[in-house]
């Protein structure tokens, strides 16, 4: 490298240190955010009513002096604000709704719950690029499993129902008029139960590899009140069987797997011939380029952290990551033996296809 290549640009450095400061910041605090998730100190506060520090410790069984450090913590953050006069803190209602409503469609808490799971696995994955060894999706720390139902729930109450299934050619009028459909990696069946309470006529059954998270979703359809017409089973997307269905669905975990050209087979095996299935995946540009800005990153490093060594450690291992980008997810359920493949629709996190034979 020429001499002057390596020549320090002082303006270029500060802006980097800044860029550093916001960056670290950031990823300190998602273990604020987590914290004040689990202790219930943001859902005490979504009155947005001023509050001082005794009074949230007061609230919510906690101490004073941590409550004070957590709130200054917030502050300087942005989640909550500070008035120096009363020396109170209150969560502006666009953050209670994204700190402390789980119902709300801007929920966010479940983000930097995968965020403290790749944390608490970090030294595995590291060793992981030594090696090249794949890492399961079940070897994770639970906080992976709460917090990526929990992240993406809001997201498909939001889609599902009023934009990703309407987006699909006579779907919903199958769906309305009573269908039979598959989930595959349904992981605590978050999509499963949405899909099932919107279309009562139609049966459902999920399933996924990791028996764990194919529990927590059996006690979550009886919750809801829809396990007569929901059942999940333990099943690889190689395996699941039940068909044929009109309508399979695979929500975020096709990039997961091992061998998604073998599912794609499997998933045209187990589909009526004239069913859909319908491919959520995140959502991606197909130039690395073009990938390279906020939801790139939160994606990469998940992909990094998460789906590409759970990819790895299955038969196969194509490790397709999570910004494989709309052309090479339409060549892998190609080489599975489908022939037509359309972007039905999308939003800023996620692609959906249409898949049919
Ligand atoms: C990112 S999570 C998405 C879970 C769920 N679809 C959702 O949207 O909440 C990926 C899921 O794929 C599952 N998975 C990974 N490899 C799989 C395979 N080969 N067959 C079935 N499920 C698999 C994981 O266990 C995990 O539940």
Not at 164 to 180: I, M, Q, T
Not at 186 to 200: K, L
Not at 334 to 354: D, H, I, K, M, S
Request: net charge negative; proline share 6%; aromatic share 8%.
């Amino acid at each position: 490298m020429a001499a002057k290549d390596r020549t320090v640009d002082e303006a270029r450095l500060d802006e980097f240190m800044a860029k550093f400061v916001q960056d670290a910041g950031a990823a300190m605090s998602a273990v604020l955010v987590v914290i004040g998730d689990r202790l219930g100190l943001y859902r005490a506060m979504a009155d947005c009513e001023p509050v001082t520090a005794a009074q949230l410790a007061e609230r919510t069984g906690t101490k004073e002096r941590y409550v004070r450090e957590w709130l200054s913590n917030q502050a300087a953050s942005g989640y909550v604000e500070y008035d120096p006069a009363g020396g109170t803190f209150r969560l502006p209602p666009e953050q209670a709704m994204a700190l402390a409503d789980e119902s709300s469609p801007a929920f966010v808490p479940g983000a930097f719950q995968i965020v403290a799971a790749m944390a608490k696995d970090e030294a595995q994955i590291t060793e992981r690029f030594r090696t090249g060894d794949g890492f399961g999706w079940h070897e994770h720390h639970p906080d992976l499993f709460a917090g990526t139902e929990r992240f993406f729930r809001p997201g498909y109450l939001a889609n599902i129902v009023p934009s990703w299934l309407p987006a699909l050619d006579g779907v919903v009028e199958k769906l309305e008029a009573g269908a039979r459909v598959a989930d595959i990696g349904c992981g605590h069946g978050a999509s499963t139960i949405v899909m099932a309470q919107a279309f009562p006529n139609s049966t459902f059954v999920g399933s996924d590899y990791h028996e764990a998270s194919v529990e927590t979703a059996r006690r979550a359809a009886d919750r809801a009140g829809v396990s007569d017409r929901v059942a999940f089973e333990v099943a690889g997307a190689t395996e699941f069987g039940g068909g044929p269905f009109d309508l399979v669905c695979v929500y975020d975990a096709l990039h997961d797997m091992g061998d998604p050209v073998g599912a794609s087979a499997h998933v045209l095996a187990q589909l009526a011939p004239d069913g859909t299935w319908m491919v959520v995946e995140p959502f991606a540009n197909d130039a690395l380029e073009d990938n390279l800005n906020p939801v790139g990153r939160v994606y990469y490093a998940a992909s990094t952290c998460i789906c590409t060594p759970n990819s790895l450690s299955q038969d196969v291992g194509l490790a397709l990551g999570a910004q494989a980008g709309p052309a090479r997810l339409a060549d892998v359920v190609r080489q599975g033996g489908f022939t037509r493949v359309r972007e039905a629709t999308a939003t800023p996190f996620n692609l959906v296809l249409e898949v049919r034979p």
